[in-house]
């Protein structure tokens, strides 16, 4: 076991606790330890991160690494990646996991750059390609999957795609906490402040029946059909991204990762192709139908019906299937 | 002001794709290609930052010959200067040597800013232009909804997209990379006037010679991410295609969700 591997876990704080994704990404960093026979290692930073810090000692790991600095305090690039770089580079990991967040896509592509690393992101899942660890994530807007490898020499970063990994199977146990060593850490952005998007008049989270519409209805003209079919069903409209970045409905209707999550009774996905901060916005309905050209969209993949056609002939006759069943 | 904005030409999102041959890429050959969608709101965003504040928009874009009409498109829509990274030693690269070509031609402009999209529509690995600002040693934001230039350019304020509807507000120093998020403008289309004066335009094609590169760094040889293959996602339970005219279909479908699924 002379040159056994190291992998590290670098987690992100939510209010003093784990944001949920860092929890995934414990779960997929112990996964891959166990697949390499690796040690897994976490890495929290904060200015103050006791409380976090104790409750990821509680994990199976191998150690926690305790990065705490007043300038870490409110998150920036320059600060996290002052503290991460150097001390990458002096542990020499073999692997560096992040949950995929918003967050972490601010400054791990940066921090790869800093460290000398290679970066995979959006990673869904590790895989065996004879005999090679081989790494899956979406492509094309989540239209195919690819798997990649990692060559060369030095650290490999991957950040790991929501609900990719159950933070549920995150193994239990018990890890000694001891200081990162820090340089000099300076913020590389003076914090203003935050501002909710598009105000909060419309609360998609708790309606039953939701008509989503996606690029595939093709101009704001044809929005028509998509209202009557919601009518007729008594069900609120929502939308996926480029719908709301063309104006054809406000943002507070946005369904996704930068917009509301719902989990209805029945999901309707009219024209969507299911990108994944899309998926991730509407994967807790209980029934999902979609109706897509695409025989091959994504969205069929976390649906229960789907209809390959049209929509623009599916969803009139949709709405009078529906008139009529009513009565 | 004077801004680079960083392009990528890429298949038209509604393209009909197919697995190539090999199985290692996507079919290119009867694809229409466009600029990447957070692309055309990062040029829109410059285009108004520089009519705002004065100076020009140079477009910088690496690819293959194809990826020259993004080029001209921009040139149309109001930059004044084009360069295309074309020589073969550049292309096939992941993220990191890609940038590492970009770095080296954005160098060569004298640029205060430089703005690109968040993430290609088609590899998506989101991480070029951070890499970018990392040789430029400038700071970076991610995910921009909003940029306001102040104080002379000396600093710029900056609104960035955080999950769920709320965005993040706050300051950097300037030069700086910022990669724009779609939607945070309307993007122009094309005038014909422009596309006229488009052709008048300079676009220039440095080599890697040119631009101080080793073929080494650039390129699928400057690459230590590689694309093994690519398939459609399958979950193992897929959902059940309801066959028929639309009419016999949207009929079955009811039926369906009335005595299946006791939805309706």
């Known amino acids: ?327 | 002001m004077r801004i680079a904005v960083c392009i990528k030409q890429v298949p038209d999102t509604e393209a009909r794709l197919r697995v190539a041959k090999d199985g290692r890429w996507i079919e290119e050959d009867d694809l229409r290609f466009v600029i990447n969608e957070s692309d055309e709101y990062a040029l829109e965003e410059a285009l108004r930052i520089t009519e705002a504040h004065g100076g020009d928009v140079v477009a910088v874009c690496l690819g293959p010959d194809r990826a020259k009409e993004a080029l001209r498109k921009a040139l149309a829509l109001g930059c004044a200067e084009a360069v295309h990274l074309v020589d073969d030693a550049y292309q096939g690269g992941d993220a990191a040597a890609t940038a590492t070509a970009l770095a080296a031609a954005v160098r060569t402009l004298e640029a205060d800013l430089v703005l690109s999209g968040s993430q290609s529509d088609d590899v998506g690995y989101g991480s070029t232009a951070s890499l970018l600002a990392g040789h430029l040693g400038w700071p970076h934001a991610w995910l921009v909804m909003g940029v306001e230039i102040e104080d002379g350019a000396s600093s710029t304020k900056v609104t960035r997209e955080m999950e769920s509807g709320t965005n993040e507000i706050f300051r950097m120093q300037l030069p700086a990379v910022i990669e724009v998020q779609a939607g945070i403008n309307h993007p122009r289309y094309a005038s014909l006037k422009g596309i006229m004066k488009a052709k008048r335009k300079p676009l220039a094609t440095p080599s890697p010679a040119d631009l101080g590169l080793e073929s080494a760094a650039i390129g699928a040889a400057g690459s230590r991410i590689e694309i093994v293959d690519v398939s459609f996602p399958s979950s193992g339970d897929e959902a059940e295609i309801i066959e028929g005219d639309a009419e016999a279909a949207a009929r079955s479908l009811v039926e369906k969700l009335q005595k299946e699924a006791r939805v309706l």
Request: proline letters at 4%.
């Open chain 1, 1 to 327: 076991m002379a040159d056994a591997k190291t992998i590290w876990i670098v987690l992100q704080l939510r209010e003093g606790g784990l944001h949920r994704m860092s929890r995934e990404a414990i779960a997929a960093g112990q996964a891959l330890a166990a697949r390499l026979g690796a040690r897994a290692e976490a890495v929290v930073l904060g200015a103050e991160v006791g409380d976090a810090a104790a409750e990821v000692a509680g994990f199976d790991l191998d150690a926690v690494h305790v990065a705490e600095h007043a300038a870490l305090g409110a998150y920036t690039p320059g600060a996290y990646v002052g503290a991460l770089a150097p001390a990458i580079r002096s542990a020499a990991p073999d692997f560096v996991v992040f949950p995929h967040t918003y967050q972490s896509v601010d400054y791990v592509a940066r921090l790869a750059y800093e460290a000398g690393a290679a970066y995979v992101p959006e990673v869904v899942s590790f895989e065996d390609g004879e005999g090679e660890l081989l790494f899956r994530r979406p492509v094309l807007g989540g239209k195919l999957q690819a798997r990649v490898r990692v060559g060369g020499e030095g650290v490999a970063f991957l950040s790991v795609q929501s609900g990719a990994f159950s933070g549920d199977d995150a193994r239990a146990g018990s890890a000694e906490t001891r200081p990162l060593e820090l340089g000099e850490i300076t913020a590389d952005r003076e914090i203003l402040g935050t501002e909710t998007v598009g105000g909060d008049q419309v609360d998609l989270s708790k309606a039953d029946v939701v008509v989503a519409v996606g690029r595939g209805i093709g101009k704001p003209e044809n929005m028509p059909i998509v209202e009557e079919l919601a009518a007729t069903l008594g069900a609120d409209i929502g939308a996926s991204r480029p719908v709301i970045d063309n104006g054809w409905l406000p943002r507070d209707r946005q369904i996704g990762s930068s917009g509301q999550t719902v989990a209805p009774k029945l999901y309707l996905a009219i024209g969507i192709s299911g990108a994944i901060q899309h998926l991730v916005g509407m994967k807790g309905s209980s029934t999902v139908v979609s109706i897509n050209k695409d025989a091959n969209a994504p969205i069929f993949t976390v649906s229960d019906y789907g209809i390959v056609g049209d929509l623009h002939e599916i969803v009139p006759a949709l709405t009078a299937a529906i008139a009529d069943a009513k009565g």
